[in-house]
Structure formats: C-alpha cells, structure tokens
Nanobody
C-alpha cells in the first residue's frame, strides 16, 4: 500500500524558511514524478513543483520559481521542498503526490497517490 506522509509545516514570519518532507513507502518510485501541490482556503489545489525520480529534472510554478527548491533522496525514499523568502500568499495546505507519468505533471489528475497534507502559515 502506497503511503505519502508529509511533515515540516508550521507557522513562519514573512521572509522566513521552511523545509517540507514527504516520506514515500509501499512501492518503488523509479520512473515516477513526485510533485508538491498546495491549496489555500477557498481556492483550488495548485501545482507548486515536481521532480522526476530518475534523473532529478525539476519543474516549478512561476509563483515559486527562485524561492522554492524541490529535491529527492532516493536512498531515503523522501522528497523535500525547501521554501525560502516565504510570503503570506504562500499560506496553504501543502500536499505531496506521486505520478506514474512524466508528462503534463502540473495537472492534478496526472497523480495517482496523495498525502494528507501539511499546513504552512506565513504571517505578515
């Protein structure tokens, strides 16, 4: 049974940093794309970043480019999202997800597995 468990969320002041982790278990993720999405109150869940398990190529939403970095540790089966220069508009629940495809990975419907989410709150 595949499980994605996020951690590392919390409350931080604007300009601060957080690192989210996603521990992935239940299968090998070779060939998968791992993604981070977020959902703010009253808004749709939106793409944040993605990384190919093999090779490590990355993709970012324009709103986080240059501030967030996605990475993975294959030995630990863990994906990270380093978030710097946080803004109040980054406040959301952040979800980790896994997709068996490497195309259209900004779309929610491309993802097969989802975590439960971790809350990130950025105060002004």
């Amino acid at each position: 049974q595949v499980q994605l468990v996020e951690s590392g969320g919390g409350l931080v002041q604007a300009g601060g940093s957080l690192r989210l982790s996603c521990a992935a278990t239940g299968r090998t993720f070779s060939g998968y794309t791992m993604g981070w999405f977020r959902q703010a109150p009253g808004k749709e869940r939106e793409f944040v970043a993605a990384i190919r398990w093999n090779g490590g190529s990355t993709l970012y939403a324009d709103s986080v480019k240059g501030r967030f970095t996605i990475s993975r540790d294959a030995a630990q089966n863990t994906v990270y999202l380093q978030m710097n220069s946080l803004k109040p508009e980054d406040t959301a629940i952040y979800y980790c997800a896994a997709s068996s495809t490497i195309v259209r990975v900004t779309a929610r419907d491309r993802y097969d597995y989802w975590g439960q989410g971790t809350q990130v709150t950025v105060s002004s």
